[in-house]
């Protein structure tokens, strides 16, 4: 049975950091790709960081890119999302996916729909 299990979310002050877990069972990391979007209420889903699962090649969202570093961990089938230098915009619900690839062509990070699990999100909320 497949899942993904998101943790690490939370309140914190702009200028902050956290670091947001997504555990998986079911298969492992050299299997899938694993992203992370989020979602803000009234937002359309973003796509903000997804590592490969061939050679673990990492790409970004212009929008989190130098503040947001996603890697993994194969031994705990863990991957993880360290957001610094957070942003009152960067609120939103966190959920990791796991699919195929990240992209195709010039698209780094593919649509929400591309990926075939979901995990069940975990809420940032960036506010002071």
């Known amino acids: 049975q497949v899942q993904l299990v998101e943790s690490g979310g939370g309140l914190v002050q702009p200028g902050g950091s956290l670091r947001l877990s997504c555990a998986v069972s079911?298969?492992?990391?050299?299997?899938?790709?694993i992203g992370w979007f989020r979602q803000a209420p009234g937002e359309e889903r973003e796509g903000v960081s997804c590592?490969?699962?061939?050679?673990?090649?990492?790409f970004y969202a212009d929008s989190v890119k130098g503040r947001f570093t996603i890697s993994r961990d194969n031994a705990k089938n863990t991957v993880y999302l360290l957001m610094n230098s957070l942003k009152p915009e960067d609120t939103a619900v966190y959920s990791c996916?796991?699919?195929?690839?990240?992209?195709?062509?010039?698209?780094?990070?593919?649509?929400?729909?591309?990926?075939?699990?979901w995990g069940q999100g975990t809420q940032v909320t960036v506010s002071s």
């Open positions: 079911g298969f492992t990391l050299d299997d899938y790709a």
């Open positions: 590592i490969n699962a061939s050679d673990g090649g990492t």
């Open positions: 996916v796991a699919g195929f690839r990240c992209g195709s062509g010039t698209i780094v990070i593919l649509p929400s729909y591309s990926y075939d699990y």
